[in-house]
């Protein structure tokens, strides 16, 4: 588990993504709902590109088809098409693959990114983050990764998915049963989904990595070699669940990015996965909302500053400001309307369930 200070360390530039974009096709009760932009990259890049303090650079791949503008350009494939997820809501959950909401079958896959895709050694990256979604991943090109970056944060889900080789449905199987598991103990976060942890062995995975996983809407659980913790979680009315926990993921890291504690880190990445299911798709943030956000990551990150006197790199016990951390994050996304006053002022306020309205604090002096 790589959760220490290098004494000597080379010259460090931004956090590096990898993991292939997508398209993705929704079904629901026989019909297509929507079709829309996916993979991990776009909903990690979404919320990196908002709010982390520092630059970040992505690696993907996608073929000539590929349907959307994107920030941060892929690379295109001659030789295949961008890979294709087909996801279907039925009616009943009696039976919805390992995902308990969907069965999810990816009907095309790109090329994988290569080890040459990536920079070679002579660059260093602070943060680096694997977040495969078909197999795009391979060994070669994740051990790349981890030679590159000072710490590595794994989403377990590009390594553990089988895909049917009849009609490309997603399956698990266990993390030890793969070329991976050699890995981890370079690996320091691996981030797991409640459906993917029986497949992960918490117990074994923990002496070597710190493993976070995401449990919806009970908020998230974190094992570490020496203890555990659980995250609480923020309410949401789940409209599509894709990309929460990309979402939580890329809060997750920002989080540590600006400095937070593990625990304040994981209320983040809870945050804005709850955000994420209000949204088909890709979510476009309120920017009232990020500029809050970013407000009070700056608090905290000036008060987190020169507190740890150790050679930690990461601290995984819960701030002094934990539960006031908490309570401003959910100010921040209380839904507000902006009322003119005679003056020409703007009052933000809340409107309540019965829609009066009612004044609201502004949430950011709270820190």
Known sequence: MVLARDCNPEPISSSLVIGNYCHDVLHRDGRIIGETLGGATAFI???????SPSPTRYISKVGADFSYSVSHPPLVSASSLTTLF?????????????????????????????????????????????????????????DHL??????????????IRSFDPEDGTVELVPLKSTPYFKLLPKISFL??????AP????????????????????????????????????????VDPTGAGDSFFGGFVVGLLWGLTVP?????????????????????????????????????AAAQKGSDANDALFNFQKSSRHDEFQATL??????KTCIELSNGEIDASVKLGNGEIDEATVVTERL
């Not at 981890?146 to 390594?159: K, W, Y």
């Not at 981030?191 to 993917?196: A, M, Q, T």
């Not at 992960?200 to 070699?225: A, F, L, M, N, P």
Request: hydrophobic letters at 40%.
């Open 45 to 51: 890049s979404n919320v990196l590109d908002s709010l």
């Open 86 to 142: 087909h996801a279907y809501f039925p009616d009943s959950l009696s039976y919805a693959g390992y995902h308990g909401d969907r069965v999810l079958k990816r009907v095309q896959a790109c090329d994988p990114i290569c080890p040459s895709d990536l920079p070679d050694l002579k660059e260093r990256f602070e943060f680096g983050l694997a977040v495969g979604v078909a197999g795009e991943i391979a060994i070669e090109t994740l």
């Open 146 to 159: 981890l030679e590159l970056c000072r710490v590595v944060f794994v989403d377990v889900q590009g390594l």
């Open 191 to 196: 981030k797991v989904s409640s459906e993917e």
């Open 199 to 238: 497949f992960v062995d918490i117990e074994e995975v923990r002496k070597w990595s710190c493993v976070v996983v995401t449990e919806g809407k009970d908020g998230c659980r974190v094992y570490w070699r020496d203890g555990e913790l659980h995250v609480a979680p923020f309410h949401a009315k789940q």
């Open 264 to 300: 304040d880190a994981a209320l983040l990445g809870n945050l804005l996965g709850s955000v994420t299911v209000g949204h088909v798709g890709v979510p476009k943030f309120d920017q009232i909302m990020l500029e809050n956000l970013k407000q009070v990551l700056q608090s905290m």
């Open 330 to 335: 959910q100010e921040i996304v209380k839904p």
